[in-house]
């Protein structure tokens, strides 16, 4: 059986954040990070290697938020989850534009 690579969508010190066992990026708006470990988990998937992303919602709580070979790519109308962290609904509406 493969191992199933993981993406790990979370906020730190302000900022969005993908990390995987090999990469950290960090992006300024959460559907700017959502977006990209979707498409890195497509990418390792298409490799051989299933790739999940899971969003951090606290400490120690990840929700699975995309699966490769189970949810279409690219998804449709994804709604993006929160975390304790998270600014209220007006302020992430700034930040996504």
């Not at 990209?36 to 988990?41: N, T, Y």
């Not at 690219?74 to 302020?91: M, V």
């Amino acid at each position: 059986m493969t191992a199933v690579t993981q993406f790990i969508v979370l906020k730190r010190k302000g900022k969005w954040s993908v990390k995987s066992v090999d990469l950290e990026r960090a992006f300024s708006a959460q559907r700017e990070a959502m977006d990209a470990a979707i498409r890195l988990a497509n990418d390792s998937g298409k490799e051989g290697r299933p790739g999940v992303v899971l969003f951090q919602t606290s400490k120690t709580k990840f929700d699975t938020i995309w699966t490769y070979g189970e949810d279409p790519y690219p998804p449709a109308g994804l709604d993006l989850p929160t975390t304790s962290e998270a600014p209220g609904p007006a302020k992430l509406a700034d930040t996504l534009g």
